[in-house]
């Protein structure tokens, strides 16, 4: 696999450091050990063979790899004392053509090229480096290295063996050597190694076990090889398994290994037959994954258990306890025999009768090769561990035996791999992503108890039904439905949400609120420093200093200054030829900030309420009060701006890449910059450490550090109006002059506004065709520029000095959302990887799933049209967030989005006050905790109890009563989001309710064909509805009680 260089699949980027470093190391290591492990040879060859879809592990291969960053296919690779020789093509010599001049700087070496046409055999060339080899050796009978278990694949590669074999040189085997400099990795090996096991880790987790778990749920029929083939696509494109990797990098090490059925096959080349999965009880399936990044190999495997038996589950839990161990003994300096020994000594001490099933090592070293010779983790080796290792900890019980009825079961196998990366302070386990403890791998159905639990008599008629004691795949039919699984989930979720914030409100984490308190004025009112800083002027007359926020005003035939704030507000009023202006302060004891800086300053002082004058100048007292007027809000304005930017918190300053940065033009942004003048896009750049989006103007500028950066957001046009970047801050910003913590970057796909006027237009229409196809073209270039844009911001994430920060870029699942009300409009809410988000309508709503508490889904019932939704968070001092009207057709996939995202969700069937709930928590956490924490929001016990109570063998009664408690439930189930005088309203209108219009209109039409009114007008009868609407529920009354609710037939 190649690392592109300009973005394109044709160039090659040789790592020249990298390179110079790794062949220094080959010629340390072959000087030194040249007689205990490269049989005392004078020069060493290497041959990669041609290209192959077979998955095939080649030392050849592992050293173009190892040394130069790639495979390169049918090259001849020589190493002399003093000199490197390669023989290949034209391309390929054109790539190494870089390394002659660092290699001779650095290392004193020569590389020399052979070029081979391509229809040429390379003979002379293979003759040219035979007699290099002699000439460099100076012995009768050089010695040669190579790897002499590799067989020789292609014509090239033949001659060049029958060239060595005819060539009068002593051939040794070099592979010992090879597998010593393989064995200790660099930290870019060891950076590849743990990148592969994280991904088959997350396939395994991520994709593999939901999909048995659904599999064995549904009872669905699924073959080995089905299973292996898409397990195979999961590997090869990351993104299935929530693993941000390139797909270019990544392959399998092995197709991925599915057994079960008793058939069992623990060796490294297993494979996945053609067997249905077996989950039967007392089953076992065992799941091996490798994955490669950048050629090197990752290994995981697990066993799931099925109903297991006591005797499965023992022999489970030594196997777990035997890896563990042996991973634990994989330290510097200890022996490589140490791991298969810890595990033996752990089977021998918990369960001896397991030691002849054991597997005969503990694994095998892993690197750009699958099996690493020499580093077999077995009780011969004894080899000293070195940091930098990489180990495939595997180990396994073979042939085990169950007394069972079912065939299938009565043979079983157990297996765990790991791939363990030995650091100086000891082993790391790259693949503990994967739980293998023993309650995360065993699955029971609890079919016997449950059949103990029917055949036991009910204790009462409508027997209640029991709880689940443990969560369990299969309900008493062995059928299962998700609102049951969901159920299931949820109860278990309960009982983690109870210990966990159980745990927090006991450690006194209530939440520290958001952080702001009220705000006080940031400088003090100060006009002029002395008295000769104010201004002199000749005439006595009111006059605005706007430089210096002061209103002069003449007083006894001096100018007395008053700054800006100090006033509350002035008018003016026109009486005859004069005119009046007055000018009120703030003074204490009238209604004004309690924080009034000169009130706090001096509390005992005497303070001027009011002052007036008189002038016969009208324009000029209009002027003044327009001044003053226009001054305040002015100096409000920044005053306001001041104190929002002195509660920010001081971010870094942006540093700008040395390189062109990646751009995108063109942009809006929201919130927009103040000021008059038209607004104007600009264009957002990714430097070292931070966005910089700027337009035209110089003071329409915004920095965004990447450390700042909360989530990213990246959603393309689909079916709205604008594709954007959407990014939620840690901290608060400035732009212009608004404060926020979400700021976005989009562009608009198409014209928002469109005449509507003008002829109407046939779908037919050539010129209507266009304008869809171009408006389709736009938003597709749009869309790309954007991904472009992402991607490439993406890999800038990845350097090392942004890994710490975790970033990325969620993608909106449109598929998984639902409109509601979260502000003051209906949006369309979509869910993301780690947040719930609305970011087309301001403002923006944006909330992280992991901050969230419990969920409360309000005003569920029968026959409702929509439902709320409440969202409670860790941090109780922050308001609960409400999300009123959404559809209820919107219900079930929310319960299984908030299930799949672990999240806790309760019903109800009317709206909660959820401040004085918050307060009582807050107030005394103990009684809350004793209380059973969240589950007061359970309704479902207290209805079922409600429900059985009201259940009777004395059939079905109707009564006024009934009717008047089902109504009155209606109308609970009906109340308005949020209390409102308008709610009260619709209550008392809806107490008043009787018979529906249509019922009227047909008893009104009866009415009147009995009275022989039928001649009336239509004015008349309608009238006579609008009474009987009204009157309604006097008459039923009245017929209660035996009265007549009709007029006597006058005949």
Same mark, same amino acid.
């Given at each position: 696999m190649?690392e592109?260089?300009?973005g394109?699949?044709?160039?090659?980027a040789?790592?020249?450091?990298?390179?110079?470093?790794?062949?220094?190391?080959?010629?340390?290591?072959w000087?030194q050990n040249?007689?205990?492990?490269?049989?005392t040879?004078?020069?060493?060859?290497?041959a990669?063979p041609?290209?192959?879809?077979?998955?095939?592990?080649l030392?050849s291969?592992?050293?173009n790899?190892?040394?130069?960053?790639?495979?390169?296919?049918e090259?001849i690779m020589?190493f002399?004392?003093?000199?490197?020789?390669?023989?290949?093509?034209?391309?390929?010599a054109?790539?190494?053509?870089?390394?002659?001049?660092?290699?001779?700087?650095?290392l004193?070496?020569?590389?020399v090229?052979?070029?081979?046409?391509?229809?040429d055999?390379?003979i002379i060339?293979?003759?040219?480096?035979?007699?290099a080899?002699?000439?460099?050796?100076?012995s009768k009978?050089?010695v040669?290295?190579?790897?002499?278990?590799?067989?020789?694949?292609g014509q090239?590669?033949?001659?060049?063996a029958?060239?060595?074999?005819?060539?009068?040189?002593?051939?040794?085997?070099?592979?010992?050597?090879?597998?010593?400099?393989?064995a200790?990795?660099d930290?870019?090996e060891?950076?590849n190694?743990?990148?592969a096991?994280?991904?088959s880790?997350s396939v395994l987790?991520?994709?593999?076990?939901?999909r048995?778990?659904?599999?064995?749920?549904?009872?669905?029929?699924?073959t080995h090889s089905e299973l292996m083939?898409?397990?195979?696509?999961?590997?090869l494109d990351?993104q299935?398994?929530?693993?941000?990797l390139?797909?270019?990098?990544?392959?399998?090490c092995y197709?991925p290994?599915f057994?079960s059925?008793g058939k069992?096959?623990?060796?490294?080349?297993?494979?996945?037959?053609?067997d249905?999965?077996?989950?039967d009880?007392?089953?076992?399936?065992i799941?091996?994954i490798?994955?490669?990044?950048n050629?090197?190999c990752s290994?995981?495997?697990?066993?799931y258990?099925i109903?297991?038996?006591?005797?499965?589950?023992k022999?489970?839990?030594?196997?777990?306890k035997?890896?563990?161990?042996?991973?634990?003994?994989?330290?510097?300096?200890?022996p490589?025999n140490?791991?298969?020994?810890?595990a033996?000594?752990?089977?021998?001490r918990d369960g001896?009768?397991?030691l002849p099933h054991?597997?005969k090592?503990?694994g095998t070293?892993?690197g750009i090769?699958?099996?690493?010779?020499?580093l077999s983790l077995?009780?011969?080796?004894d080899k000293?561990l070195?940091?930098?290792m990489a180990?495939?900890v595997s180990l396994?019980?073979?042939?085990l035996q169950v007394?069972?009825?079912?065939p299938?079961?009565?043979?079983?196998?157990?297996?765990l791999?790991d791939t363990v990366?030995i650091k100086?302070?000891?082993?790391?386990?790259?693949t503990?992503?994967?739980?293998?403890?023993?309650?995360?791998?065993a699955?029971s159905f609890?079919e016997?108890?449950?059949?103990?639990?029917?055949?036991?008599?009910?204790?009462e008629?409508n027997g209640i039904?029991?709880?689940?004691?443990?969560a369990t795949l299969?309900?008493?039919?062995?059928e299962?439905?998700?609102?049951?699984?969901r159920?299931?989930h949820?109860a278990e979720?309960a009982?983690?949400?109870n210990?966990?914030?159980?745990r927090r409100?006991?450690?006194?984490?209530?939440?520290?609120g958001?952080?702001?308190?009220?705000?006080k004025?940031?400088?003090?009112?100060?006009?002029?420093?002395?008295?000769?800083d104010?201004?002199?002027?000749?005439?006595l007359?009111i006059?605005?200093?706007?430089?210096?926020?002061a209103?002069l005003?003449?007083?006894?035939g001096i100018?007395?200054?008053?700054h800006?704030a100090?006033?509350k507000?002035?008018t003016?009023?026109?009486?005859?030829?004069?005119s009046y202006?007055?000018?009120?302060?703030?003074?204490?004891?009238?209604g004004?900030n309690?924080?009034?800086t000169p009130?706090?300053?001096f509390?005992s002082s005497?303070y001027?309420?009011?002052?007036s004058?008189r002038?016969?100048d009208?324009?000029h007292?209009?002027?003044?009060?327009?001044?003053?007027?226009?001054?305040?809000?002015?100096?409000?304005?920044k005053?306001?701006?001041?104190?929002e930017?002195?509660?920010?918190?001081?971010?870094e300053?942006?540093?700008?890449?040395?390189?062109?940065p990646?751009?995108?033009?063109?942009?809006?942004?929201?919130p927009v910059f103040?000021?008059?003048g038209r607004k104007?896009?600009?264009?957002?750049e990714?430097h070292?450490?931070?966005?910089?989006?700027?337009t035209?103007?110089?003071q329409?500028?915004v920095d965004i550090?990447?450390q700042n950066i909360?989530?990213?957001?990246f959603?393309p046009?689909?079916?709205?109006?604008?594709?954007?970047?959407h990014?939620?801050?840690h901290n608060h910003?400035?732009?212009?002059?608004?404060k926020?913590k979400?700021?976005q970057?989009?562009?608009?796909v198409m014209?928002?506004?469109?005449?509507?006027?003008?002829s109407?237009?046939?779908?037919?229409?050539?010129d209507?065709?266009?304008?869809?196809?171009q408006e389709r073209?736009?938003k597709?270039?749009?869309?790309?520029?954007?991904?472009g844009?992402?991607?490439?911001v993406?890999?800038l994430?990845?350097?090392p000095?942004?890994?710490?920060f975790e970033?990325e870029?969620d993608?909106?699942?449109?598929?998984?959302?639902f409109?509601?009300?979260?502000?003051?409009?209906?949006?369309?809410?979509v869910?993301?990887?780690?947040?719930?988000v609305?970011?087309?309508e301001?403002?923006?709503?944006?909330?992280?799933?992991?901050?969230?508490e419990?969920v409360?889904?309000?005003?569920v019932g029968?026959?409702?049209k929509a439902f709320?939704m409440a969202v409670?968070?860790?941090?109780?001092?922050r308001?609960v967030l409400r999300?009123d009207?959404?559809p209820?057709?919107?219900?079930?996939?929310?319960?299984e989005?908030?299930?799949s995202?672990?999240?806790k969700?309760?019903e109800s069937r009317?709206?909660?006050n959820w401040?004085p709930?918050?307060k009582t928590?807050?107030?005394?956490?103990?009684k809350?905790i !004793?209380?059973?924490g969240w589950?007061? #929001?359970?309704?479902? @016990?207290s209805?079922? &109890?409600? =429900?059985n109570?009201? +259940? /009777? $063998?004395q059939?079905?009664?109707?009564?006024?009563?009934?009717?008047?408690?089902e109504s009155?439930?209606?109308?609970s189930?009906d109340?308005?989001?949020?209390e409102?005088?308008?709610?009260?309203e619709?209550e008392?209108?809806?107490e008043e !309710?009787?018979?529906?219009?249509?019922e #009227?209109?047909?008893e @009104?039409?009866?009415? &009147?064909k =009995?009275?022989g009114d +039928? /001649? $009336?007008?239509?004015?008349?009868?309608?009238?006579?509805?609008?009474?009987?609407a009204?009157?309604?529920?006097?008459?039923?009354i009245?017929g209660?009680?035996?009265m007549?609710?009709?007029?006597?037939?006058?005949?």
């Amino acid at each position: 696999m190649a690392e592109d260089r300009n973005g394109s699949s044709s160039g090659y980027a040789l790592n020249i450091e990298s390179f110079t470093k790794r062949l220094k190391t080959l010629y340390v290591h072959w000087k030194q050990n040249r007689q205990d492990l490269w049989g005392t040879c004078e020069a060493i060859t290497a041959a990669a063979p041609p290209q192959s879809e077979d998955l095939r592990y080649l030392k050849s291969s592992a050293l173009n790899i190892w040394l130069l960053g790639y495979e390169f296919p049918e090259t001849i690779m020589v190493f002399m004392a003093k000199e490197v020789h390669f023989m290949c093509s034209q391309r390929k010599a054109s790539l190494l053509e870089v390394l002659k001049k660092p290699a001779k700087s650095s290392l004193g070496i020569n590389i020399v090229l052979h070029v081979k046409a391509r229809n040429d055999a390379g003979i002379i060339q293979m003759k040219t480096m035979c007699e290099a080899i002699r000439a460099q050796s100076g012995s009768k009978v050089p010695v040669v290295g190579w790897i002499a278990k590799e067989t020789p694949e292609g014509q090239l590669l033949e001659d060049w063996a029958n060239k060595l074999r005819t060539s009068e040189f002593q051939l040794v085997d070099a592979s010992t050597g090879f597998s010593e400099i393989f064995a200790v990795k660099d930290e870019p090996e060891l950076t590849n190694i743990k990148k592969a096991a994280f991904l088959s880790a997350s396939v395994l987790k991520n994709v593999v076990l939901p999909r048995l778990e659904v599999v064995i749920d549904d009872e669905k029929k699924v073959t080995h090889s089905e299973l292996m083939d898409d397990t195979e696509k999961a590997v090869l494109d990351p993104q299935k398994a929530k693993v941000k990797l390139k797909a270019d990098n990544v392959d399998i090490c092995y197709p991925p290994v599915f057994q079960s059925g008793g058939k069992f096959d623990l060796r490294p080349g297993a494979v996945s037959n053609d067997d249905y999965l077996y989950y039967d009880a007392t089953g076992v399936i065992i799941c091996a994954i490798g994955s490669r990044y950048n050629s090197y190999c990752s290994n995981v495997a697990r066993t799931y258990l099925i109903d297991a038996k006591d005797v499965q589950g023992k022999a489970y839990k030594v196997l777990l306890k035997a890896q563990e161990a042996a991973i634990s003994a994989l330290k510097p300096g200890n022996p490589v025999n140490a791991a298969y020994k810890a595990a033996i000594e752990v089977v021998q001490r918990d369960g001896p009768e397991l030691l002849p099933h054991l597997t005969k090592s503990a694994g095998t070293g892993i690197g750009i090769e699958f099996r690493e010779s020499g580093l077999s983790l077995n009780a011969r080796n004894d080899k000293c561990l070195k940091a930098g290792m990489a180990f495939n900890v595997s180990l396994g019980f073979q042939n085990l035996q169950v007394q069972t009825s079912n065939p299938k079961t009565q043979n079983f196998s157990l297996l765990l791999a790991d791939t363990v990366v030995i650091k100086d302070k000891g082993p790391e386990n790259a693949t503990g992503v994967s739980s293998k403890v023993y309650t995360d791998v065993a699955y029971s159905f609890n079919e016997e108890e449950e059949k103990e639990e029917k055949s036991k008599p009910k204790a009462e008629v409508n027997g209640i039904e029991s709880g689940f004691s443990k969560a369990t795949l299969r309900s008493d039919n062995q059928e299962m439905t998700k609102e049951e699984q969901r159920r299931q989930h949820q109860a278990e979720l309960a009982r983690q949400k109870n210990e966990e914030t159980a745990r927090r409100l006991a450690s006194g984490g209530i939440g520290t609120g958001d952080g702001h308190g009220s705000s006080k004025t940031s400088t003090e009112m100060v006009a002029y420093k002395n008295v000769d800083d104010i201004p002199f002027l000749r005439e006595l007359m009111i006059q605005v200093d706007t430089k210096n926020d002061a209103v002069l005003v003449p007083i006894y035939g001096i100018m007395v200054p008053f700054h800006i704030a100090t006033i509350k507000s002035v008018t003016s009023q026109h009486d005859g030829g004069n005119s009046y202006i007055r000018i009120i302060f703030n003074v204490p004891g009238t209604g004004f900030n309690v924080n009034y800086t000169p009130t706090m300053k001096f509390p005992s002082s005497i303070y001027v309420k009011e002052i007036s004058f008189r002038s016969k100048d009208q324009r000029h007292i209009n002027q003044v009060v327009q001044m003053i007027k226009s001054h305040r809000r002015s100096v409000a304005m920044k005053e306001s701006e001041r104190a929002e930017r002195a509660t920010l918190v001081t971010q870094e300053k942006l540093q700008l890449s040395k390189t062109k940065p990646t751009r995108l033009t063109d942009l809006w942004i929201r919130p927009v910059f103040g000021g008059r003048g038209r607004k104007m896009t600009g264009t957002l750049e990714a430097h070292h450490n931070g966005f910089r989006y700027s337009t035209m103007r110089a003071q329409e500028r915004v920095d965004i550090m990447y450390q700042n950066i909360k989530h990213a957001f990246f959603q393309p046009a689909e079916k709205e109006m604008i594709t954007l970047l959407h990014f939620h801050l840690h901290n608060h910003i400035m732009v212009g002059t608004k404060k926020t913590k979400d700021v976005q970057f989009y562009v608009e796909v198409m014209d928002v506004v469109q005449t509507l006027g003008g002829s109407r237009r046939s779908m037919y229409d050539p010129d209507e065709i266009e304008e869809e196809q171009q408006e389709r073209d736009r938003k597709n270039k749009i869309n790309a520029e954007f991904q472009g844009f992402v991607k490439r911001v993406t890999e800038l994430w990845e350097q090392p000095h942004l890994k710490d920060f975790e970033l990325e870029f969620d993608i909106p699942f449109r598929e998984l959302g639902f409109h509601g009300v979260p502000f003051k409009a209906t949006a369309f809410i979509v869910p993301t990887v780690n947040c719930l988000v609305e970011l087309v309508e301001i403002p923006f709503l944006v909330i992280t799933i992991s901050e969230i508490e419990i969920v409360n889904l309000e005003r569920v019932g029968l026959g409702q049209k929509a439902f709320d939704m409440a969202v409670v968070f860790k941090d109780f001092k922050r308001e609960v967030l409400r999300i009123d009207a959404i559809p209820s057709s919107s219900l079930d996939g929310i319960k299984e989005w908030l299930n799949s995202m672990d999240i806790k969700y309760y019903e109800s069937r009317m709206n909660l006050n959820w401040r004085p709930i918050l307060k009582t928590i807050t107030d005394d956490p103990d009684k809350f905790i !004793e209380d059973g924490g969240w589950e007061f #929001l359970n309704m479902e @016990a207290s209805d079922s &109890d409600m =429900e059985n109570s009201q +259940e /009777s $063998d004395q059939g079905y009664e109707p009564s006024d009563i009934e009717e008047e408690s089902e109504s009155d439930d209606e109308d609970s189930e009906d109340e308005s989001l949020v209390e409102s005088d308008e709610d009260e309203e619709e209550e008392d209108d809806s107490e008043e !309710e009787g018979k529906t219009w249509d019922e #009227l209109e047909l008893e @009104a039409r009866n009415a &009147d064909k =009995e009275n022989g009114d +039928e /001649s $009336d007008s239509e004015e008349e009868r309608r009238r006579r509805k609008v009474k009987a609407a009204g009157k309604s529920r006097v008459s039923d009354i009245r017929g209660s009680r035996g009265m007549s609710a009709k007029r006597h037939k006058v005949r």
